[in-house]
């Protein structure tokens, strides 16, 4: 009999089609199941009656905005049991989630047969994720436009070999798992859903695979070799766009050779990402984006963690290094250019993880506050130019410290707009930006 399938994500701005769904979407569809997504809470949607619900999380500080989209849909099934709910959040706050509501919680990945009380369930991670729900043409209900919703999604390995305090992979994808084919994957999507631009690997660390030679080979072959091109139509007339290969949940510095490199810029890598998480790794780190340099590889995206163990000093220390690391690139006439990232930690546990008002160790609010001031004229990026930021960060940490410290906080703000010559953030939007 066919079933009636509900499809959610809440409605947090993300860069990244929701994957799983889009893989339970095809495991309904198999089984001739009618299936509705949407992004958020839709009045219409929640009048009718569904024999079964998904709704997917992500990050534990959308806790509010989740859990509001759970009781938002909880009349919409006959019983609460019936509304399923997976990802990173319902992993991470699997008892808390339960103690609010009387929900099915998912842990972890759809990969061991009967977590949806189904016998054959246990396939749905590995299914080709049904990118019709995520298209406007097929799915008009849909009013939500995914940044990366133009690439191959998939991954050739899960897990990590390392156990990071501050990371969640390790609770979500507890086994390192090698030898997935990329090439199975990116076919299949290609035969049901047509070409896509880009390739988006969600390796958690990809250079600890010992296939990784081999998964390198796979993306050339599959078209995504350095200055790889994509041809549409626009307008009716064929355009040639560039093709991009991102790792995005970044490169295992430590484990990266010079034959890892090589490798690397083989394919049409844009941006090579790094972690520089913490001070102690400086001399690998700083050997590793040389390196990185050294083989053309132009762009990096590099993410800085802060607020974790780390102290202002050093924060403001790695984002130094990583510009003068730019100059250096200039000098010698390289490519090459970093742009740091830097990511604020926030707990994976505890009450603490339902916000992101977080306070570290060695940070207060006041400091937190700055730097997300500064950081808001760049949309959360530092570029990679000396005089931006001299003035944006200051030339050393006594001027960091200072400008961090500047209130009234517009002062921050307007100071690195006006230098960078674009218009300022009308006040309302900056009101609205400063809930974090
Ligand atoms: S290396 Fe990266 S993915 Fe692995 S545990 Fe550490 S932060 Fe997480």
Same mark, same amino acid.
């Given at each position: 009999?066919?079933?009636?399938?509900?499809?959610?994500?809440?409605?947090?701005?993300?860069?990244?089609?929701?994957?799983?769904? !889009?893989?339970?979407?095809?495991?309904?569809?198999?089984?001739?199941?009618?299936?509705?997504?949407?992004?958020?809470?839709?009045?219409?949607?929640?009048?009718?009656?569904?024999?079964?619900?998904?709704?997917?999380?992500?990050?534990?500080?959308?806790?509010?905005?989740?859990?509001?989209?759970?009781?938002?849909?909880?009349?919409?099934?006959?019983?609460?049991?019936?509304?399923?709910?997976?990802?990173?959040?319902?992993?991470?706050?699997?008892?808390?989630?339960?103690?609010?509501?009387?929900?099915?919680?998912?842990?972890?990945?759809?990969?061991?047969?009967?977590?949806?009380?189904?016998?054959?369930?246990?396939?749905?991670?590995?299914?080709?994720?049904?990118?019709?729900?995520?298209?406007?043409?097929?799915?008009?209900?849909?009013?939500?436009?995914?940044?990366?919703?133009?690439?191959?999604?998939?991954?050739?390995?899960?897990?990590?070999?390392?156990?990071?305090?501050?990371?969640?992979?390790?609770?979500?994808?507890?086994?390192?798992?090698?030898?997935?084919?990329?090439?199975?994957?990116?076919?299949?999507?290609?035969?049901?859903?047509?070409?896509?631009?880009?390739?988006?690997?969600?390796?958690?660390?990809?250079?600890?695979?010992?296939?990784?030679?081999?998964?390198?080979?796979?993306?050339?072959?599959?078209?995504?070799?350095?200055?790889?091109?994509?041809?549409?139509?626009?307008?009716?007339?064929?355009?040639?766009?560039?093709?991009?290969?991102?790792?995005?949940?970044?490169?295992?510095?430590?484990?990266?050779?010079?034959?890892?490199?090589?490798?690397?810029?083989?394919?049409?890598?844009?941006?090579?990402?790094?972690?520089?998480?913490?001070?102690?790794?400086?001399?690998?780190?700083?050997?590793?984006?040389?390196?990185?340099?050294?083989?053309?590889?132009?762009?990096?995206?590099?993410?800085?963690?802060?607020?974790?163990?780390?102290?202002?000093?050093?924060?403001?220390?790695?984002?130094?290094?990583?510009?003068?690391?730019?100059?250096?690139?200039?000098?010698?006439?390289?490519?090459?250019?970093?742009?740091?990232?830097? !990511?604020?930690?926030?707990?994976?546990?505890?009450?603490?993880?339902?916000?992101?008002?977080?306070?570290?160790?060695?940070?207060?609010?006041?400091?937190?506050?700055?730097?997300?001031?500064?950081?808001?004229?760049?949309?959360?990026?530092?570029?990679?130019?000396?005089?931006?930021?001299?003035?944006?960060?200051?030339?050393?940490?006594?001027?960091?410290?200072?400008?961090?410290?500047?209130?009234?906080?517009?002062?921050?703000?307007?100071?690195?707009?006006?230098?960078?010559?674009?218009?300022?953030?009308?006040?309302?939007?900056?009101?609205?930006?400063?809930?974090?």
């Amino acid at each position: 009999m066919s079933k009636k399938i509900l499809l959610i994500e809440p409605s947090y701005k993300n860069k990244y089609p929701p994957l799983g769904l !889009m893989k339970i979407a095809t495991y309904h569809k198999s089984k001739g199941h009618e299936v509705v997504f949407f992004k958020g809470c839709s009045p219409n949607l929640k009048l009718q009656v569904w024999d079964r619900i998904y709704i997917s999380t992500l990050f534990t500080f959308y806790w509010a905005k989740t859990i509001e989209t759970i009781e938002y849909y909880s009349n919409s099934v006959k019983k609460s049991s019936n509304i399923y709910v997976g990802g990173v959040m319902a992993t991470l706050m699997k008892d808390e989630i339960k103690k609010h509501s009387n929900v099915t919680v998912i842990s972890g990945l759809l990969n061991q047969n009967g977590k949806l009380g189904y016998k054959d369930d246990g396939t749905i991670d590995y299914l080709t994720p049904d990118y019709s729900i995520i298209d406007q043409e097929h799915n008009p209900l849909l009013d939500y436009v995914y940044p990366q919703g133009d690439s191959y999604i998939g991954y050739a390995t899960r897990g990590c070999i390392r156990k990071c305090k501050f990371c969640a992979v390790p609770i979500i994808e507890p086994e390192f798992m090698n030898g997935l084919s990329i090439k199975k994957q990116i076919n299949s999507i290609k035969k049901h859903f047509g070409e896509k631009r880009n390739l988006l690997l969600l390796d958690n660390n990809i250079l600890a695979s010992d296939r990784f030679e081999e998964i390198i080979e796979e993306i050339k072959n599959l078209g995504f070799e350095k200055n790889a091109q994509y041809s549409t139509i626009r307008n009716n007339r064929t355009v040639y766009l560039k093709r991009y290969v991102d790792f995005n949940q970044g490169i295992d510095a430590r484990l990266l050779t010079n034959s890892k490199v090589q490798k690397l810029s083989e394919i049409a890598i844009q941006p090579i990402r790094i972690a520089f998480d913490d001070i102690k790794f400086k001399d690998i780190y700083v050997q590793k984006v040389r390196l990185v340099a050294e083989y053309g590889i132009k762009a990096l995206s590099n993410y800085i963690l802060f607020n974790f163990n780390d102290t202002p000093e050093d924060f403001y220390e790695r984002l130094r290094i990583n510009v003068e690391l730019n100059c250096e690139f200039e000098n010698k006439g390289y490519a090459s250019r970093i742009w740091s990232f830097p !990511m604020k930690y926030s707990p994976i546990f505890g009450p603490e993880a339902k916000n992101r008002k977080h306070v570290g160790k060695y940070w207060n609010k006041e400091y937190l506050r700055g730097v997300q001031c500064i950081l808001l004229a760049t949309h959360g990026l530092v570029g990679p130019k000396m005089k931006y930021f001299d003035t944006a960060f200051g030339r050393n940490f006594a001027e960091f410290k200072k400008i961090i410290t500047t209130r009234p906080e517009e002062k921050i703000l307007y100071r690195t707009k006006e230098w960078l010559n674009r218009p300022f953030i009308p006040r309302r939007l900056f009101i609205k930006e400063k809930e974090v």
